[in-house]
């Protein structure tokens, strides 16, 4: 049996988005799901219980930061990233090939992999497929993501066309060096930018080697909106029907609303985690920052509608007073509203897919939150 599996529920008849369930190693995961972010093996401000409480069912953690610190040697005599951290439901982690180029500086890229300093404290380090695959093998993450190159954008179409051969090659050599393929499924990144024929390209070199799941990489990289639609449009159907299909580092309401649409099954995204510690929340009216003046004597709940832990039991007022005064409390429940915001309305897509009715979903959902948010 693979590490990972993929089971068909439906394909909503008004949108062609899919509902299912994907098979990990540690439990079930029902899509379209989002995936909280836990890069240093914590979902920042969230504890584990706190994080099932809201029904997360996935999170995802970082291959570049783990290897960086504490280094998975210590993750693996720990007994993996599951018993280190407390969390026995999935984990997928990213390769690193995304993080290396965002994060470190005076990178070099070879054939053989990214050489680099640690943005920790300059040390020499070195990544390619067989490292993030040994690192990743160490974390015993469910999922585990090929080490890419995501080019920048915009890119010239030879540089992109150069890189994604490269993604492909690397995926190969990811795929020979994985030791546990038994317990852990690796997923290929298709790379290929804004141009429909190096995604036609990197896809069909990908698909004809076996993953047992397939991700979108280089998008949500500076583009707008609508071209990475475009992009979703005609990327999406090259992928196999039998497989997850991930769309990676977007989370955006909306994006993850036109992602499902799309026929995308797994969204991750550090946005809800990050804007909620600067005082930004996400509510069915869109937007509200909390932090601002006006909230000063709002008794009422960030969201009305919204029957979280934080939205139950605190006012607008307290949430403002927490954070302006630096009471980490506060940002904890900023935090914890936001993923249940976005764990909730993904709740909504899977019913709304079941009863076929997706499209009218959507646009009842913008009406109430607005079009435009990033
Ligand atoms: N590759 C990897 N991780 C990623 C991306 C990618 O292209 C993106 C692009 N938005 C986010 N995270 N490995
Ligand atoms: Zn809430």
């Known amino acids: 049996m693979a590490a990972i599996t993929y089971e068909h529920i439906k394909t909503c008849k008004q949108s062609g988005a899919r509902l299912g369930r994907v098979h990990t190693p540690h439990g079930v995961i029902e ?8 890069t240093q093996a914590t979902v920042k401000m969230m504890s584990p219980e706190e994080l099932k409480d809201m029904d997360a069912q996935i999170i995802l953690s ?15 005599e720990a007994g993996g990233l599951h018993k280190f951290m407390n969390w026995d439901r999935p984990i997928l982690t990213d390769s690193g090939g995304f993080q290396v180029f965002s994060l470190s500086e005076m ?19 070195f990544l390619s497929p067989e490292v993030a695959m040994e690192v990743q093998n160490a974390l015993g993450s469910d999922i585990m993501m090929a080490f890419d190159e995501c080019p920048p954008y915009p890119a010239e179409y030879d540089y992109v066309k150069k890189s994604l051969e490269r993604t492909t090659r690397w995926a190969e050599r990811c795929l020979k060096s994985h030791a546990r393929p038994h317990d852990q499924g690796l997923f ?36 707008s909106k609508q071209l990475m639609y475009e992009v979703l449009d005609y990327t ?79 006012s607008r007022a307290y949430l403002r007073h927490l954070i302006k005064s630096d ?15 976005l764990l909730d309305l993904m709740r909504k897509v899977r019913k709304a897919i079941m009863e076929d009715r997706l499209l009218d979903f959507r646009d009842e959902f913008f009406a109430q939150y607005g079009l435009n948010d990033n």
């Not at 506060?330 to 993923?339: D, E, K």
């Open 31 to 38: 899509t379209p799901t989002f995936m909280p972010v836990g």
């Open 62 to 76: 970082n291959t570049y930061h783990l290897f960086l610190r504490p280094g998975h040697d210590i993750v693996r």
């Open 107 to 125: 990178r070099k890229i070879t054939e053989e992999g990214v050489h680099f300093r640690s943005h920790l404290n300059g040390d020499k380090k």
């Open 188 to 223: 290929a990144i298709v790379q290929g930018g804004m141009f429909e024929d190096l995604r036609r390209q990197s896809a069909a070199e990908l698909t004809s080697m076996d993953f047992p799941g397939y991700a979108i990489g280089g998008l949500s990289v500076g583009e």
């Open 236 to 314: 999406v159907p090259l992928l196999p029907q039998n497989k997850p299909r991930y769309l990676m580092g977007v989370g955006s309401p909306d994006a993850l609303l036109e992602g499902a649409i799309r026929g995308v099954d797994m969204f991750d995204c550090v946005l809800p985690t990050r804007i909620a510690r600067n005082g930004t929340t996400m509510t069915s009216q869109g937007r509200l920052v909390v932090r601002n003046a006006q909230y000063a004597r709002d008794f009422g709940p960030l969201d009305p509608e919204c029957g979280c832990y934080t939205c139950r039991n605190y």
């Open 327 to 341: 009471e980490t409390f506060g940002l904890r429940l900023t935090t914890y509203h936001n993923l249940y915001f």
